[in-house]
Antibody, heavy 115, light 107 residues
Framework: QAQLVQSGGGVVRPGRSLRLSCTGSGFTFGDFGMHWVRQVPGKGLEWVAAISYDGRDTYYEDSVKGRFTISRDNSKSTVDLQMSSLRPEDTAVYYC????????WGQGTLVTVSS | SYQLTQPPSVSVSPGQTARITCSGDSLAKKYGYWYQQKPGQAPVLVISKDNERPSGISERFSGSSSGTTVTLTISGVQAEDEADYYCQSTDSVGTSWVFGGGTKLTV
């Protein structure tokens, strides 16, 4: 059974850093580009970042450019989101996802940025 | 930044047909996708590439595209279809992904 399992998240103070991880299983992870999507509780979905299947190309939403870094290790079937200079407005549930015709999503992890 | 526009809410009675629209300039050239999200759950893809239904998705779900608008149609709406629905696409260059604001379907 194909799945994405997330780890990381929690409460962090503004300006600090946090790393989210996502591990795929049950499918050929290296065949898929991967995305991070976030959702403020009670609000809509917001795309955050993407990385190509081979890790060569990365893309970011404007508000996280220069602060967040997406990376992957296909040998471990993992995709990470390194978040730096965190702001209160980054508080959200973060999902990893394939977002293709073969669509898998992680279970989501809450990141709370608060002093 | 690029935007997709959806109505905030749609309300239908059980057994009726629900239609949810999504508008955006790049939809004339880029595919639209539709996600269903129920409270406390991750989104689920219900329509891919404007009108393709993924395996396991009910035949009551269908999609269409015309110009800069894509439409999700749910026929014979059931109580279990009550959820938030999001359209998704990319900008014209294909390097920025975007979601619509979401439509709350009330049955």
């Amino acid at each position: 059974q194909a799945q994405l399992v997330q780890s990381g998240g929690g409460v962090v103070r503004p300006g600090r850093s946090l790393r989210l991880s996502c591990t795929g299983s049950g499918f050929t992870f290296g065949d898929f580009g991967m995305h991070w999507v976030r959702q403020v509780p009670g609000k809509g979905l917001e795309w955050v970042a993407a990385i190509s299947y081979d890790g060569r190309d990365t893309y970011y939403e404007d508000s996280v450019k220069g602060r967040f870094t997406i990376s992957r290790d296909n040998s471990k079937s993992t995709v990470d989101l390194q978040m730096s200079s965190l702001r209160p407005e980054d508080t959200a549930v973060y999902y990893c996802a394939t977002m293709t015709t073969v669509d898998y999503w992680g279970q989501g992890t809450l990141v709370t940025v608060s002093s | 930044s690029y935007q997709l526009t959806q109505p905030p809410s749609v309300s239908v009675s059980p057994g009726q047909t629900a239609r949810i629209t999504c508008s955006g300039d790049s939809l004339a050239k880029k595919y639209g996708y539709w996600y269903q999200q129920k409270p406390g759950q991750a989104p689920v893809l219900v329509i891919s590439k404007d009108n393709e239904r993924p395996s396991g998705i009910s035949e009551r779900f269908s999609g269409s595209s015309s110009g800069t608008t894509v439409t999700l149609t749910i026929s014979g709406v059931q109580a279990e279809d009550e959820a938030d629905y999001y359209c998704q696409s990319t900008d014209s260059v294909g390097t920025s992904w975007v979601f619509g604001g979401g439509t709350k379907l009330t049955v």
